[in-house]
């Protein structure tokens, strides 16, 4: 007996997004998934700039919620899409044409529990290849029934049911990140905002000796070890501001803990 074909199973996909804050990015962001998208959800934490308006001229489904953290927010947006099968953005982010392609063949032949997809970064202006950032794997396309947002604040990530499995897209997700310093050295201290509280609720500890010696070591590691330099002057900056961001989550560490002593 000849091997019947296998059948092809085709899905509705909602895309989600959470926003603060975004008329600059979000325009792309949705012009990259029109045709593809079923459904987009945006969950917004109260703009006070013209994001509402951007996003219910494209007729999505707009909602605002209170931020407590990344995390929280994402999978809040989980639960208000009317369709099991997510791709997740970030509303900075972008579809390349190879990757709307492989989205909408997943879609049509829906094989996998989830797609992981590698991003690659945009730093004021220069597309970033080293330096860590490329290929930044990230899994965006899934069942919600077989996964969830978890990690850590504000480095959230797609959490996988142990029986999940897992394919890859082509393509790239585009990334613009930051079109200053300022306004990297700006994320730098919310950012580290976030992970002090998240180290605070898990009663996280440092030392002076790890403020003396992690800095260095996370800018030997982008710069030398993952060819940073080859990234030009964005990659000197990107392992200078990093190695700033360790010792700026650190020291804001130290002295929380030195002051409850």
Not at 38 to 53: G, L, P, Y
Not at 68 to 90: F, M, R, W
């Amino acid at each position: 007996m000849l091997p019947q074909p296998q059948e092809q199973m085709s899905v509705k996909i909602s895309v989600v997004i959470i926003t603060y804050n975004e008329e600059r990015v979000i325009g792309p962001c949705l012009d990259s998934v029109a045709g593809i998208a079923d459904e987009i959800v945006v969950v917004d934490s109260f703009s006070t700039d013209r994001t509402k308006e951007i996003c219910e001229s494209y007729g999505v489904n707009f909602s605002a919620n209170p931020f407590v953290g990344h995390i929280e927010q994402k999978n809040h947006a989980l639960t208000l899409a009317s369709y099991d099968h997510v791709l997740s953005l970030d509303a900075d982010e972008a579809l390349t044409e190879e990757l709307r392609e492989a989205v909408a063949a997943a879609k049509a032949n829906w094989t996998k529990d989830a797609y992981k997809l590698a991003r690659l970064t945009n730093y004021c202006g220069s597309w970033i290849k080293h330096s860590g950032w490329y290929p930044d794997w990230k899994v965006r396309l899934f069942d919600r029934r077989k996964a969830h947002w978890g990690g850590q604040n504000p480095h959230d990530r797609v959490i996988l049911a142990a029986e999940a499995t897992l394919g890859i897209l082509k393509g790239d997700l585009l990334h613009y990140s930051y079109y200053s310093i300022k306004q990297h050295l700006d994320q730098v201290n919310f950012f580290t905002e976030i992970a002090l509280e998240e180290m605070k609720r898990r009663n996280k500890r440092t030392s002076i000796l790890a403020l003396l010696l992690k800095p260095p070591f996370k800018f030997i590691k982008m710069y030398f070890v993952q060819l940073g330099f080859l990234d030009g002057f964005a990659g000197f900056c990107i392992a200078v501001i990093s190695s700033y961001a360790v010792f700026v989550k650190y020291a804001k560490l130290y002295l929380y803990n030195k002051n409850r002593a």
